[in-house]
């Protein structure tokens, strides 16, 4: 078995197995000089300062929760294709050869289904009780994707069949349902994940490698993670044991309450090196009795699209900091449409939640309910104002969400833009000219942001400047640009020569660096 031991990768904890052989090391020398000090009767550095302790067991915690930790193990029918290394080939033997007969027992085993044969596969994961009287189970969706079959093994080594109520790919979260009648059920309740402070101690409960209910405790080392895994990343990073077999697991507070869902880590090998990242209560609970009431979630929708505020554009608009979250245009037909909001606006506060960076507003609408009158605070014109808007449902604007994906727009408003060179792109409309004070004569694909120390940034580009062409071609879209900068490069070229427009139409050339 080869193991990635380059860079760190992020990783979904589901079953495999492994077994790594760790050697020992020599002790550091401030443990030697401590373990000497003790062993000599000399006083230990900074012993008169009392220390906060660790819980000095978690057996009655544990003993009273592993009950209601379950192993999920799913399976999946995969139909072999063309080309699949699959089944090993018979081989042809001389005509009436004694031996044919133990050729065909062989290889008739090893070719079941003759050409492209399909075979199961199948994977472990975890999940937890949440409700016995009806038999409710969470996990991953990652957990449960695809399967045909999904079965639920129990601690005392029983097992039962699941159905899936519900699922939602954006959390990486799902219901399943068993029968209580036909196992007695232990059930665990969500706490409240915003009160977790970092350095609170947390225990893991799931079923790493497939070994069956395992307890490991650590700290919470981490708050509000952003891993890219989502529109909706909030996680919470532990350093509490999480391998692969542990998505869909409990992360516990010590009063035993669920503060998390167990979902990813990030590691070289796939096993555990102290980063784990687990799905905070206050997001998963709301999804969770959705997928229960409904079957799908039903998010609330602003209809805005939105980008980062750099420094510069704090800058330009008057704000002392770069906080919150630029509206770069409204979308038809939204909730906003009827002037509520505006272009330039930057959201601040969200029905009483702030708005620090750009992706807390999709977060914060999302957990919105439907329908829902909120204020939402902005900086227009160099003032705050309050305004009041009705939620729309992000689910009703899936056409509208395609379109916009087409125009770099993300379905959750969001800027989905592309990055080239230490610039990010985005196109050129009516609501990026009004916010950048762009002339309409002015045509070509619009830089929003420049990243410090690029290729770009030495140059002196700078948001608001228009890319008109690339080495003698016309650029239009974003799109266009990466396009380009990838053909010259697939031609052996080291530079590009790019045309600029300022935003009063006013000409120039520039020579990025593509290597």
Do not use: C
Not at 371 to 396: M, N, P, Q, S, Y
Request: charged share 25%; glycine share 10%.
């Amino acid at each position: 078995m080869v193991f990635n031991t380059g860079r760190p990768v992020l990783r979904s904890a589901t079953a495999a197995i492994a077994l790594i052989a760790l050697t020992a090391t020599s002790a550091s020398p401030a443990f030697v000089t401590l373990a000497r000090a003790q062993t000599q009767g000399a006083p230990v550095p900074n012993s008169e300062q009392p220390r906060a302790q660790g819980p000095a067991s978690v057996a009655d915690l544990a003993e009273g929760l592993i009950d209601a930790v379950v192993n999920i193990s799913t399976s999946q029918t995969v139909k072999g294709q063309d080309g699949d290394s699959g089944p090993v080939p018979m081989p042809k033997v001389p005509e009436g050869s004694p031996f044919q007969e133990f050729f065909d027992e062989y290889f008739g085993k090893q070719n079941p289904g003759q050409n492209n044969p399909s075979h199961k596969v199948q994977s472990l994961g975890s999940g937890f009780v949440v409700d016995a009287e009806q038999g409710i189970i969470v996990t991953n969706n990652h957990v449960i994707a695809d399967a045909d079959e999904i079965e639920v093994n129990f601690n005392d080594g029983s097992k039962l069949k699941a159905e899936l109520i519900g699922k939602d790919t954006k959390t990486d979260l799902a219901v399943l349902k068993v029968d209580p009648k036909k196992h007695k059920l232990v059930a665990v309740k969500f706490g409240d994940s915003s009160k977790t402070r970092i350095g609170d101690w947390v225990m893991a409960i799931g079923n790493p490698f497939g070994f069956g209910g395992t307890v490991t405790v650590g700290i919470v080392s981490a708050r509000n993670r952003d891993i890219n895994s989502g529109p909706y990343d909030n996680f919470i990073q532990t350093d509490a044991a999480i391998n692969r077999g542990n998505s869909g697991g409990p992360l516990f507070d010590m009063y035993g309450q669920v503060i998390g869902i167990n979902t990813a880590i990030i590691s070289p090998t796939g096993g555990s090196i102290g980063i784990g990242f687990a799905i905070p209560a206050e997001l998963a609970s709301g999804v969770i009795a959705q997928l229960r009431e409904f079957g799908e979630t039903r998010r609330g929708w602003l209809g805005v699209r939105i980008q980062p505020v750099t420094d510069e554009i704090a800058e330009s608009l008057g704000m002392p900091s770069s906080k919150g979250a630029l509206v770069a245009g409204i979308i038809d037909g939204g909730p906003v449409a009827n002037g509520s909001i505006i272009a330039g606006d930057v959201i601040i506060r969200f029905d009483g939640k702030a708005v620090n960076n750009v992706k807390d507003l999709p977060r914060v609408v999302a957990e919105s309910p439907v329908g829902k009158e909120v204020d939402v605070v902005v900086i227009r014109k160099g003032k705050e104002e309050t305004v009041k808007v009705t939620l729309g449902r992000l689910e009703d604007s899936e056409q509208q969400a395609k379109k916009d994906d087409q125009t770099g727009q993300g379905e959750d408003g969001a800027v989905q833009d592309v990055d080239v060179l230490g610039m990010t792109l985005d196109k050129l409309d009516d609501d990026s000219r009004k916010l950048f004070g762009i002339s309409k004569e002015v045509q070509g694909v619009l830089v929003t942001e420049v990243q410090n120390d690029s290729v770009a940034a030495n140059k002196r580009i700078q948001a608001g400047d228009v890319i008109v062409d690339i080495a003698q071609e016309t650029v239009s879209t974003p799109e266009d640009v990466a396009a380009r900068i990838e053909k010259l490069r697939d031609e052996g070229r080291k530079n590009a020569l790019l045309m600029l427009a300022s935003k009063t139409g006013e000409l120039r050339f520039v020579t990025l660096q593509m290597d």
